[in-house]
């Protein structure tokens, strides 16, 4: 539910931007902030080239607007509604992602605009701009904001690219690094919208949490959705079933004839038999039967036909009359004086 706020962002905006005598100085800011009709935000360099000054130029006079702003009687009497503001961001956990502050408080998108730029003006706000581990976030206190940040690095530091957690285990996981800072929050919203400023833990489609990079949190094509599917059932799957399965999990259109194109073409996934896809993580080699009868006789020396059927019925889905035919290739194998194989 979105969080309500009494004031009217569009009203104390107008207001504020009042407050700064120079003309000029207000067309800026107002532009700046997208506080216009259009509501389009406009960069340092399209104000500048308008005037006929530099950016720097630009962002000086924005910032001595501002620091106007805070220093008027104007700023002091609607001192409520940036205490309101601050409340507010509170209820978020003191922390929040730019867009979950908006997605809270706006009521429109015309609101946006608005908020981000008393945001921007209020003295008790921090932010952190987008950039390097963490998305763009606004927070009140810039000791405790740190904290939640180095304990999601330290998270971060636990898991590994192979490693997926359900979100009750992360969760937990994440607790005990934020207790280490002497940092209490039992609220899994709170927690989990702290998460989500980092750019290196992400939650996949199924809920699942991990490094952003690994694969079976990173879903960008049909691939790694059959990758998550076939994971996530844990075993073998006939590639018609893994494209069913993709549509009843993910709500994804996946045709029989391109998942199959798609599960040849990745190495990430093994022909373990007739239309039967495994991954390749899980230990399968690659090739034919024949192939693997190969690989298996050169780690391990000659073995019995019994020997050779039950270790490629582990890495193939076949008959043993199949494995049987193959050994019967006597340009690749000899069946030798004490009835084992080799390989020529």
């Known amino acids: 539910m979105a969080i309500k706020i009494t004031f009217k962002p569009k009203q104390i905006s107008s207001r504020l931007i009042q407050v700064v005598e120079n003309e000029r100085a207000r067309d800026i800011l107002a532009r700046r902030y997208g506080l216009t009709e259009t509501g389009?935000?406009?960069?340092?360099?399209?104000?500048?080239?308008?005037?006929?000054?530099?950016?720097?130029?630009?962002?000086?006079?924005?910032?001595?607007?501002?620091?106007?702003?805070q220093k008027s009687a104007d700023y002091?009497?609607?001192?409520?509604?940036?205490?309101?503001?601050?409340?507010?961001?509170?209820?978020?956990?003191?922390?929040?992602s730019e867009e979950e502050i908006l997605q809270q408080f706006c009521k429109s998108p015309e609101e946006q605009n608005y908020i981000l730029f008393l945001l921007h003006v209020g003295d008790p706000f921090n932010k952190r701009k987008e950039g390097g581990?963490?998305?763009?976030?606004?927070?009140?206190?810039?000791?405790?904001?740190q904290a939640i940040r180095d304990a999601i690095q330290n998270l971060y530091g636990t898991i590994t690219d192979t490693i997926v957690l359900p979100e009750e285990e992360i969760i937990a996981r994440y607790k005990q690094e934020l207790a280490k800072a002497q940092i209490a929050q039992d609220n899994a919203d709170t927690l989990l919208r702290w998460l989500a400023l980092s750019k290196?833990?992400?939650?996949?489609?199924?809920?699942?949490?991990?490094?952003?990079?690994?694969?079976?949190?990173?879903?960008?094509g049909m691939r790694d959705f059959a990758y998550l599917t076939l994971k996530r059932h844990g075993s073998p799957m006939h590639f018609s079933e893994v494209a069913q399965q993709v549509e009843a999990l993910f709500g994804r259109k996946a045709h029989v004839a391109t998942t199959h194109n798609e599960l040849i073409k990745d190495p990430r996934f093994v022909l373990v038999g007739r239309g039967l896809y495994a991954l390749s993580e899980w230990g399968y080699s690659k090739g034919v039967?024949?192939?693997?009868?190969?690989?298996?006789?050169?780690?391990?020396?000659?073995?019995?036909?019994?020997?050779?059927?039950?270790?490629v019925k582990r890495e193939r889905y076949v008959k043993d009359n199949t494995i049987a035919v193959n050994l019967q290739d006597t340009d690749t194998f000899v069946h030798q004086k004490d009835d084992t194989y080799a390989l020529i």
């Open 289 to 311: 039967v024949k192939d693997v009868i190969k690989e298996l006789l050169r780690k391990n020396g000659p073995l019995t036909k019994k020997e050779i059927i039950d270790h």
């Open 76 to 96: 002091q009497e609607l001192a409520t509604a940036f205490r309101e503001l601050a409340d507010s961001i509170e209820q978020l956990g003191g922390v929040a």
């Open 200 to 220: 290196k833990i992400a939650r996949n489609p199924l809920g699942e949490w991990g490094r952003a990079t690994s694969p079976s949190v990173r879903v960008k």
């Open 133 to 145: 581990d963490f998305v763009h976030h606004w927070y009140v206190d810039d000791a405790r904001a």
């Open 40 to 69: 389009t935000v406009e960069t340092l360099e399209s104000v500048g080239k308008s005037y006929g000054i530099t950016r720097e130029r630009v962002r000086q006079i924005e910032n001595h607007a501002l620091r106007s702003i």
